[in-house]
Structure formats: structure tokens, C-alpha cells
């Protein structure tokens, strides 16, 4: 399972991390977590690929959005080397759990969830 905390210090030191970043993580990591439980999922451990990014950090990530809502703490990669998470994932799962993710093609080692809508308002997006 993985924690809030580890989700929030992944980059930055839990005292530094805004309250409203904290509160969005604490609505986002039990709707990954409950992913994780939800029958048929072919993983048991979700490896944090990147949690909580500070908007320092995040303009230093190669390929990071400018207005990535990992800023926010409303969004986690996890690391899908194989695709199994991807090719298990359909939208009434995500729907059931109020997430999106953004499409497996632009995501090829990873599964990127967020609980932000995105523009489209679509499950599954292109970035």
C-alpha cells in the first residue's frame, strides 16, 4: 500500500509541504490504494514512480507539465514496466474508484492517476 507520506516526501520534506497539498493527497492515495484492492488487479504493490512533485522540482522534471497536478497532490505515477496495470484498466474501474489516468500510449513504463477531471472530462486522456 502506498502512504501518504511516502507519496509526500518522495521530493521535499513533509514539514515544507502546503496544507491544501496535503489534504489533496489524503483524498488521493486511499482511491489508489482501494485500486490496488479491487478484484483482479494484476499487481499487489503499487512502486511509487513520482508522488508529490513541488513546483520547483516539477520544472526541473524532463517532460512535466506546467500545470502537472502532481503540484497539487491530486495526481501519482506508478511504475507499469510490463503494462499490466494499463491493460487491466478500463474506465468503469477508474470510474469506481474517481479516478482518471492519462493514456497508456503516453505512459509507456508507468500509470499515471489522477482525481482531477481533465479537460476532456474523459477516464482515460491524452495528455
Not at 12 to 38: H, M, T, Y
Not at 65 to 92: E, F, P, Q
Request: charged fraction near 20%.
Amino acid at each position: 500500500m502506498l502512504t501518504v507520506i511516502e507519496y509526500l516526501t518522495q521530493h521535499e520534506r513533509r514539514e515544507n509541504v502546503p496544507a491544501a497539498v496535503v489534504a489533496n493527497a489524503e483524498d488521493l492515495i486511499p482511491r489508489v490504494n482501494s485500486l490496488l484492492d479491487e478484484p483482479g488487479c494484476p499487481v499487489t504493490y503499487f512502486e511509487l514512480r513520482s508522488g508529490y512533485r513541488p513546483p520547483a522540482f516539477n520544472a526541473k522534471t524532463p517532460n512535466a507539465s506546467r500545470t502537472s497536478k502532481h503540484m497539487t497532490g491530486d495526481a501519482v505515477d506508478v511504475s507499469d514496466n510490463d503494462g499490466a496495470i494499463d491493460a487491466w484498466l478500463t474506465d468503469a474501474i477508474l470510474e469506481r474508484h474517481g479516478l482518471y489516468r492519462e493514456a497508456p500510449a503516453a505512459t509507456p513504463s508507468w500509470c499515471h492517476l489522477q482525481q482531477v477531471p481533465p479537460r476532456s472530462g474523459n477516464r482515460t486522456f491524452n495528455p
